[in-house]
Nanobody, 119 residues
Framework: QLHVVGSGGGSVQPGGSLRLSCEASGPVLAITAMGWYRQTPGQQQRELVAVFETRGFIKYGESVQGRFTISRDGAKNTYYLQADSLKPEDSGVYYC????????????WGQGAQVTVSS
């Protein structure tokens, strides 16, 4: 069974940067994509932040396009989310996930990482 561990997050001032990490273990060859969703205050559903498909395709949520960068270290089965030019509206809980290609209901989720952007 896949196991996903997310880390990083923290508190920064507007304009600051943070890096989140997400490491997968277990049958990692089954993973078709990894990425992050976030839950921000007042939103009922999680919002896609970024996803990195193993075939190389990358997609960002509209609100983070141009400010966030997702990358991976294949040797470590670890993905990174570099979040720059952070805004207060980026505050929330960031959840990393691994997609074994069986649909959203079968995603493996890491623990959430709190990101707080405030002056």
């Amino acid at each position: 069974q896949l196991h996903v561990v997310g880390s990083g997050g923290g508190s920064v001032q507007p304009g600051g940067s943070l890096r989140l990490s997400c490491e997968a273990s277990g049958p990692v060859l089954a993973i078709t994509a990894m990425g992050w969703y976030r839950q921000t205050p007042g939103q009922q559903q999680r919002e896609l932040v970024a996803v990195f498909e193993t075939r190389g395709f990358i997609k960002y949520g509209e609100s983070v396009q141009g400010r966030f960068t997702i990358s991976r270290d294949g040797a470590k089965n670890t993905y990174y989310l570099q979040a720059d030019s952070l805004k207060p509206e980026d505050s929330g809980v960031y959840y990393c996930y691994a997609d074994p290609g069986l649909g959203p209901d079968m995603y493996y989720w890491g623990q959430g990482a709190q990101v707080t952007v405030s002056s």
